[in-house]
């Protein structure tokens, strides 16, 4: 206890001296034999919001102390709009400190910009290095990017990670820092935490749950950092931030609430220890077990996937996170072309009529020879291109952009119509049926357009302003005159197709945008977040379920879409895990086929059904030809 006092009374006369600290190049750090540094963490600016003054009074404060340096880690903002990120840049370019940050899932899971505004402005793409005083911090992100997902770091940045820990000098200490908990929150937290230790990291900084928490992530320290705004505002009104003191062996986490002095929270030796021993750890994730299925292991790439695949005979197409939109060759195990992109792939490529359509992150729809990969045609858009795409009667339908739906000649590219709605990505595949065109943005609206003309016919919205509860990333499913969606307000709602009329619309189950179709669309399925697989009668006036089947996950938000086949459905969670379900609602089996979320399932010509996961892999259940 008189050793807390001691700490606290230390750090509020360095901390709270009111000596202003000269003005410091942004990435250059004095050296010194003790740190203390300022930590924030998700302090979700909103421009104009609480979060926003409360931030410059933070910054404020940091500037009138003696702190050396400024640690960032994630969710700057809510949406990652480029207007949310030029404000919390802003304020942060007020600091008088070297200051450093990296992007939180809110940065890369509803990004406006496909992620890329972040590293123009903060001058980094997520991953960062720096030394100061005897240590070497590196950071990194572990996403989820572009749609709802575990984090998950990539392959290319543990790479870069040890690169980085690797130049480390004879002596220098690492220190860690990343948004992301390193639990299973992380889906491949087990290599990323051997990497660190196999290079001694001393501790571990991050935030995501807004408190503070001292945590074992596998023998190595984490020291979890409170929000700006408090988790609980009646338990505790105080907004605030963290500081933390490193000296000798040993580190400190303190709570700074505005105004206040500053209030030690736990001081820990570095590395292991018998302190950090006696915390609890997350177990190991289960193992593998998609052997069981049947299915084949048939691409392992070297970067991650966010893309499904699209099938032209034994050739399937996906794109990846180093931007790169490839062809295979199932059968010869070969590479067949590949074309380079600026930025990651986030659009589902599709292949129709020997033409290989995808969008670009960089901002281009491209339309590609199947065989060669030549450009047939390009589409300029004004943001990326993140969408899925859809072909109706040898016409493209998908969105160019931010607030923009089209209608495309496949062959040539040429626009017969295009929608502009304002703003908000159309993620998910828009559906066509009955001489109408149906899809979901990111701006709270589900849109209804005359397939021929691209007029509107209606819209619908769930009545929120909340952009986060949009059907931004769906597939709306069209049966009998019908549109049924569910979208992260957790509401199942049926539509009249003619009209926009709800016919009903209930919030009875923990439903999140995944959706599929009975095959003989009798039912509509959805996805629930305590792992379950709902069949709802797409006939009655009334919301009316046939059954509902437990693949024992439990909680799951991935939001890869059902997808039926031969009558028997499937579905797919944020761990790696895949179940099969008759259309009675029997569990056949729930395998375990990888240690990251699915991207999408695809039923090709040939009744092959293909499966991608974030990590880099693909996996085909059902053709001889590849097992």
Known sequence: MKQKIVLLLAAALLLCSGVLARRAPRHVVPRAAELNFAFLTDVHVTPRGESDSLLRAAVAEINASAVDFVLVTGDLCNMGSDAELHCVHGILKRLRKPWFAVPGNHETTWSESACTTFGRLFGNDGRLAFRAGGYLFVGFTAGPYMKMADGSVRREDLQWVEERMRAARPGERIVTFCHY????????????TQLL????????????????????FDSIPGLMGRSLIPKNRRQEPAAGYNLVRVWGDSVALYEKRLGEAPRLSFAIPQGNSAALTALPCDPQPAPITYE?????????????????VAVAGDTIFYGTSLGVLKAYDVKNRREVWRRQFGNAVYSTPLAAGGVVVAGDAAGAVWGLDAATGRRLWRIAAKTPVIGDELVADGWLYMGLGSGSMAKIELRTGRIAWEFRFGEGQPQGRPAVAGGRVVFGAWDTNLYCLDEATGERLWSWNNGSPQKLYSPGHIVPRIVGGRIFIVAPDRCMTALDLATGREIWRVKRRKVRETTGVSADGSAVYAKTMDGELLAVATDADRYTELWTVDAGWGYDHNPCPVEVREGVAYMANRTGCVASVSGDGRLFWAEKFASSAANDFF??????????????????????VVR
């Open 181 to 192: 908990p390193l639990t299973n929150d992380v889906t491949n937290r087990t290599a990323v």
């Open 197 to 216: 230790r196999r290079y001694d990291v001393r501790f571990d900084l991050c935030g995501h749950y807004h408190t503070l928490r001292l945590c074992n």
């Open 292 to 308: 069981r299925t049947g299915a084949a292991l048939v691409v392992e790439d070297e970067a991650s996937i966010y893309t499904g």
């Open 603 to 624: 039923v090709d010509a040939d009744n092959r059904l293909w499966v991608t996961f974030i990590e880099g892999k693909i996996f085909c259940l059902g053709d001889p």
